[in-house]
């Protein structure tokens, strides 16, 4: 169970073939790295991310991008539980390299229910 202001932190390096020709990361990276700890915390505290009826996608996602991120560097990418609706989470986020914000924003994901025909 998700509480509101429940943080987690998930620690990752930035691979070669996320980078484009200047060495930077592609801003849709980042968006994958939140998804990504979603997933890990989501799995920390044992709860279904698709178990094939029940999906969560994003229904609303907004970043600012403060610093580029580069080839190799190590980050956190920090989440917050901004607020639990009945079907739906709303999350806080950033992303920092050695603890300088280089992303940050909010995404809204909601619980839906595949009936099977």
Not at 108 to 113: A, L, W
């Amino acid at each position: 169970m998700l509480v509101v202001h429940e943080r987690f932190q998930h620690p990752r390096t930035i691979q070669f073939a996320e980078t484009d020709l200047s060495g930077a990361v592609h801003f849709t990276s980042v968006l994958r790295y939140v998804e990504e700890a979603e997933h890990s915390f989501l799995r920390a505290k044992n709860m279904p991310i698709c178990d094939g009826n029940i999906f969560l996608p994003r229904v609303h996602i907004s970043c600012d991008y403060r610093k580029p991120l580069h080839c190799f560097d190590s980050i956190i990418i920090d989440l917050e539980v901004l607020a639990l609706g009945r079907t739906s989470t709303s999350w806080g986020f950033f992303v920092a390299r050695d603890g300088i914000i280089c992303a940050e924003g909010k995404m809204i994901t909601v619980s839906v229910q595949i009936m099977p025909p």
